[in-house]
């Protein structure tokens, strides 16, 4: 593995949805890094999988929803997540909360143009059928969840 250096200053940052920032780090063949900052009621991650990366989770600051399988966790500062291969997963805010996510993938495989993708989506440039036709290039494949969807119907309720 080659060293990578990535300064704060020049990090490039994407805006994917409203309240929610993310902040490209690394993204080699064996590792993606990126940090997610979300605001309060940010919507974050919809309920995805992925065939060959382990996604990995340490909250740095607030708190984090987070669906594993068909369970929800809630995470909070300094507390550890990985996902391996084949888990549907979502994560979030939790209610009334901001989060700050350190976020990881191995092995990694070029998914920052799946950030720059959706930034293009919020920035009206590209389309969510863009972000379906996605899925296999980015490993990055959406399933569904009766208990996020639960947990969105209760935050909206509260």
Same mark, same amino acid.
């Given at each position: 593995?080659?060293?990578?250096?990535?300064?704060?200053?020049?990090?490039?940052?994407?805006?994917?949805?409203?309240?929610?920032?993310?902040?490209?780090?690394?993204?080699? =063949?064996?590792?993606?890094?990126? *940090? /997610?900052?979300?605001? &309060? @009621?940010?919507?974050?991650?919809?309920?995805? %999988?992925?065939?060959?990366?382990?996604?990995?989770?340490?909250?740095?600051?607030?708190?984090?929803?987070?669906?594993?399988?068909?369970?929800?966790?809630?995470?909070?500062?300094?507390?550890?997540?990985?996902?391996?291969?084949?888990?549907?997963?979502?994560? =979030?805010?939790?209610?009334?909360? *901001? /989060?700050?996510?350190? &976020? @990881?993938?191995?092995?990694?495989?070029?998914? %920052?143009?799946?950030?720059?993708?959706?930034?293009?989506?919020?920035?009206?440039?590209?389309?969510?059928?863009?972000?379906?036709?996605?899925?296999?290039?980015?490993?990055?494949?959406?399933?569904?969840?009766?208990?996020?969807?639960?947990?969105?119907?209760?935050?909206?309720?509260?």
């Amino acid at each position: 593995m080659t060293e990578n250096l990535t300064r704060a200053a020049t990090a490039e940052i994407i805006s994917d949805g409203p309240g929610s920032l993310i902040t490209l780090l690394t993204d080699t =063949a064996e590792l993606t890094c990126n *940090t /997610a900052t979300f605001e &309060v @009621g940010a919507a974050g991650a919809p309920v995805h %999988f992925h065939t060959k990366a382990t996604e990995f989770f340490h909250v740095t600051d607030g708190t984090l929803d987070v669906l594993l399988g068909d369970e929800i966790h809630t995470l909070t500062k300094g507390d550890f997540l990985a996902v391996p291969p084949g888990v549907k997963h979502a994560f =979030a805010p939790a209610a009334d909360s *901001t /989060a700050e996510v350190f &976020v @990881g993938f191995t092995p990694g495989m070029g998914r %920052f143009d799946y950030y720059r993708l959706l930034g293009r989506v919020r920035a009206g440039e590209a389309t969510v059928q863009d972000i379906i036709d996605s899925q296999p290039v980015y490993d990055n494949h959406y399933a569904e969840s009766d208990a996020w969807a639960g947990r969105l119907k209760r935050s909206a309720e509260a």
